[in-house]
């Protein structure tokens, strides 16, 4: 799980609801973290595919593939991210285990 935190980028998918916002296909919208829930609920300033900004609040951010998504538009991390994420995790090991 990585830690949501004020200005990461993340990646917005609107829902039907987002009106007025010029859609880019399939490609979900840039976004900001304006303020932080807990680590599944996020405040977003986002971007269009025109680069016009708006606002949602209390936004699911997705922290696993296998989790359902919100159909009010949610926010994943991006591919980037989440490799990175990885790369630096601290394997968990138990100290009372001995060779």
Not at 25 to 53: E, K, M, R
Request: charge should be negative; proline fraction near 5%; aromatic fraction near 10%.
């Amino acid at each position: 799980m990585i830690k949501p935190s004020v200005g990461r980028v993340v990646w917005y998918h609107p829902s039907l609801d987002d009106k007025n916002v010029a859609l880019g296909g399939d490609q979900p919208f840039a976004a900001l973290i304006a303020h932080v829930w807990n680590d599944t609920c996020v405040n977003l300033a986002i971007f269009d595919a025109n680069g016009v900004s708006f606002s949602k609040t209390s936004v699911q951010l997705v922290q696993d593939e296998t989790e359902e998504k919100s159909s009010n538009g949610y926010a994943e991390w991006m591919p980037y991210q989440v490799g990175q994420a990885k790369k630096h995790e601290v394997p968990h090991t138990n100290a009372f285990m001995r060779d």
